[in-house]
């Protein structure tokens, strides 16, 4: 079990094997291979490997600047945070990059380090944003199947009146409700 309090760092947890648990702000975080976890400047944090078997595999990236607060608060990143990536190969190689960089610091490497951290700064923000946009929507399907249960519409014009295709409404059901939106309308 390791616990940091009040961290200098913005922190940027990437799993690739096994399963974490982290807790940060009164929150817990189960993490899994392929999930990202961000934790704000100034956070506390704990994190153990209470599952079995007890390996995981992890990269972390921290990252510590003057501007660092100005720039969090203008992407709108506060806050614990956790991700599920589709491929996380891809954030696992920029992570890479960034350490050999650091590793071998040269003149030439300090704006591709500087212009390749806020890159992944901003698609952390994205992704967080665009997260947090699907829960409301969701939110709204389940609200109108509720309280419009007469309505007569059928799921593929529900999608089209909420603007997103049927297939992403089923997904969105499937992942977050363990149901299609038909069987919950029922």
């Not at 913005?10 to 982290?22: E, F, M, S, T, W």
């Not at 059928?154 to 038909?182: C, E």
């Amino acid at each position: 079990r390791f616990r940091e309090d009040h961290s200098q760092f913005v922190i940027l947890v990437l799993l690739l094997d096994g399963r974490l648990q982290y807790e940060c702000e009164a929150k817990r975080f189960s993490l899994r291979a392929g999930d990202l976890l961000f934790l704000p400047q100034n956070s506390c944090y704990t994190f153990s490997n209470g599952y079995s078997p007890s390996y995981y595999h992890k990269i972390v990236l921290e990252v510590k600047g003057s501007h660092l607060p100005m720039i969090c608060s203008a992407l709108s990143l506060s806050g614990c945070h956790s991700l599920h990536l589709s491929n996380p190969g891809l954030l696992e190689e920029k992570f890479r990059r960034i350490r050999q960089w650091l590793s071998e610091p040269s003149p030439m490497s300090v704006a591709p380090l500087l212009g390749l951290t806020m890159e992944i700064l901003v698609e952390v923000s994205l992704r967080i944003r665009e997260k947090h946009s699907e829960s409301f929507l969701l939110y709204q399907v389940q609200a109108y199947l509720e309280n419009n249960q007469e309505s007569g519409l059928s799921i593929q014009q529900l999608a089209k009146k909420m603007g997103v295709s049927s297939a992403t409404l089923n997904r969105m059901f499937r992942q977050n409700l363990q149901t299609s939106p038909a069987q919950f309308r029922i």
